[in-house]
């Protein structure tokens, strides 16, 4: 159980969270206790009330009858690409990274599961014949509750927190409205939200409540950083280590952006999809990987184009950012470690950061594609997928590497549009404007805009791709929607897929054959209406119009009849990899 103790000197701490978890996940750091912070004090209350922990226990433990299904919706992947390019000191930096993001997971972890510890204590409870599954089910989605199906509990019958671990889970409603209007500081994207002994809500820094994992992962990766010849990584990490212990990113963001090295890492609070609350708060993640630099720099290309397709947007020229940076590096990578939140339930396949709108305008962002984890879900996931559900007439149009271009352009796509906006005369951002309805809402332009630049681009006869695309970006992008609307639509990309799905058909693009429960996607429709999608979203966004995202979500964010049975089709299929590091994995 939590004690209350001054935070002023000695963290808070989340009680023995990382003994039970950390033996089940086998990859977070020590048992968490008190330890003094070496940061300044701050002017807040001077204890932190224990947490309450009651409601996570339980006489009766349920378990989903079909547990064993759901986890075979996973299936493990050995993702372990060779080393022999690096020498001894980048494969020497290489390992003190992965000790770096499996801090990571343990701390996304915490976040991620209020009472973890009671919660994980209950599976040495369950039959023998049970734990092993339930133990690893519990792993992949970080606590007791199901990503899939809109967190509905596997284990027990516990009601998923929707601001996770980020706040306390018995806020009243006055409380949520004192959150959403930032008082003080309560929204700050780096800090955990507890209550102090008066039972007043404050705003607890990372680098307080995660003192002791964050003291350890600025030491490992100034160890790192040591042992490095490349200067931009060494920068990168020094800086990212000082970062950890001020809660203040931004220069090492701008670091990170620079880092041209045969190892790099990505690694810190970023994502805020886990606060289905309000979406504020940013969640630890690692990937570490070893760069392609020829693939990388035949993609290098593309960046170039930014500028122009900002200013072709289908939006009011008053909506438009030409003050967005053009540096935007894109790095094909293989994964050799990933951690945190990246490593719950669906794996990521590329990403685009820093989410920070300062360095976005100032340098862009980073689009990294982790090309050994698309193959693996190209190879083991799309292609099955395809074969049940697209039209039979339109398979022969499915290519690798148009899944390989939709990534690409969806992560491109994140570093266009409307970021930072004025509303009612303030100046704010997107996210803060849309609050929970952000990261779905971004999901679906990224995707819808990824296939919307393509076909601009070709239009415009740039040259970058042949007539065919046409077909091969609409077949594929077809077969896409449905793997990943299987993640759930009440996790952000599912729901985002869904809205994509509901928007085409009403617009004629996507059509059932009832008879062979097939779609087919009309090419010359798809591509007039993926710009009208593009065009609906961005204006949401630019106006910061909360209730039109709300209102645009609920019009097309459910899952229709057609596609549901498709989907039920599907059960053969693994939803996704679940990744399996050889060398790493304890």
């Known amino acids: 159980m939590c004690h209350a103790v001054s935070w002023k000197r000695r963290r808070a701490v989340a009680g023995p969270v990382a003994c039970a978890l950390l033996l089940l996940l086998a990859v977070a750091p020590g048992c968490r206790q008190e330890q003094p912070s070496t940061e300044t004090a701050m002017n807040e209350p001077a204890a932190l009330a224990p947490v309450d922990c009651t409601w996570a226990r339980a006489d009766a433990l349920p378990l989903a009858g079909d547990l064993d299904a759901r986890a075979a919706a996973y299936v493990p992947t050995p993702l372990d690409p060779s080393l022999d ?10 390992a003190k990274l992965v000790e770096v993001a499996r801090i990571m997971d343990g701390l996304f972890a915490i976040q991620a ?14 039959p023998a014949d049970r734990q092993e599954t339930a133990r690893r089910y519990f792993a992949i989605n970080k606590g007791p509750w199901d990503r899939r199906f809109h967190f509905e509990p596997f284990l027990g019958d516990w009601v998923h927190p929707v601001g996770a671990n980020y706040y306390p889970v018995d806020l009243t409603d006055s409380e949520k409205a004192a959150i959403a209007d930032g008082a003080n500081g309560l929204d700050g994207l780096f800090t955990m939200v507890r209550r102090d002994v008066s039972g007043r809500l ?12 964050l003291q350890q992962a600025a030491a ?3 160890e790192a950083a040591a042992l490095t010849g490349n200067a931009s990584l060494r920068a990168f990490l020094e800086s990212r280590a000082a970062a950890f212990l001020s809660d203040d990113y931004y220069a090492s963001d701008m670091l990170w952006m620079d880092v041209d090295s045969p190892v790099e890492i990505t690694v810190g609070p970023y994502e805020t999809y886990e606060d289905g609350l309000f979406g504020y708060k940013a969640a630890f993640e690692a990937f570490v990987t070893v760069t392609d630099p020829v693939e990388s720099g035949r993609l290098a290309k593309f960046k170039d184009e930014l500028p122009w397709l900002e200013a072709q947007l289908p939006i009011a020229e008053r909506h438009k950012n030409p003050n967005r940076g053009a540096e935007s590096p894109i790095r094909v990578v293989d994964e050799v470690y990933s951690a ?6 669906v794996q990521t396949i590329a990403f685009n950061l820093p989410n920070d709108e300062r360095v976005r305008e100032a340098k862009g962002s980073k689009k990294v594609l982790l090309r050994n984890v698309m193959k693996a879900k190209f190879d083991q996931i799309l292609v099955p997928i395809a074969q049940v559900v697209v039209s039979e007439d339109q398979l022969g149009d499915l290519t690798a590497e148009s899944f390989f271009l939709h990534t690409l352009w969806h992560e491109m796509s994140h570093g266009l549009g409307p970021g930072r ?3 009612d ?15 779905t809402l971004e999901e679906a332009k990224a995707d819808a805009m990824g296939e919307w630049t393509i076909f601009v681009l070709t239009r415009a006869g740039k040259g970058h791709f042949p007539e065919s695309i046409f077909r091969q970006q609409a077949a594929t992008y077809l077969a896409g929607i449905f793997r990943s609307v299987r993640f759930g639509i009440g996790e952000a990309h599912g729901k985002a897929n869904a809205i994509q799905f509901n928007y085409l058909v009403e617009k004629g693009a996507i059509a059932h054959d009832a008879g062979t429960g097939r779609f087919r996607i009309d090419v010359p429709v798809f591509e007039q209406a993926i710009g009208q999608l593009v065009g609906e979203i961005c204006t949401i966004q630019a106006e910061g119009d909360y209730a039109a995202s709300q209102a645009f979500i609920e019009r097309y964010g459910a899952l229709p009849a057609p596609m549901a049975a498709a989907l039920a089709r599907l059960d053969h299929i693994p939803v996704d990899i679940e990744p399996v590091f050889p060398r790493w994995d304890r």
């Open 202 to 213: 404050v705003a607890v820094p990372y680098s307080h409540y995660f003192a002791a994992e």
């Open 220 to 222: 490992l990766m100034r």
């Open 85 to 94: 390019h690096l020498d001894a000191d980048e494969q020497a930096v290489l």
């Open 421 to 423: 906006i004025t509303v």
């Open 425 to 439: 005369g303030r100046d704010t951002e997107v996210r803060l404007e849309l609050k929970e309805t952000y990261s």
């Open 113 to 126: 599961t209020p009472c973890a510890d009671e919660l994980a204590a209950h599976l040495s409870r369950l």
């Open 340 to 345: 945190g939140d990246t490593r719950a339930g």
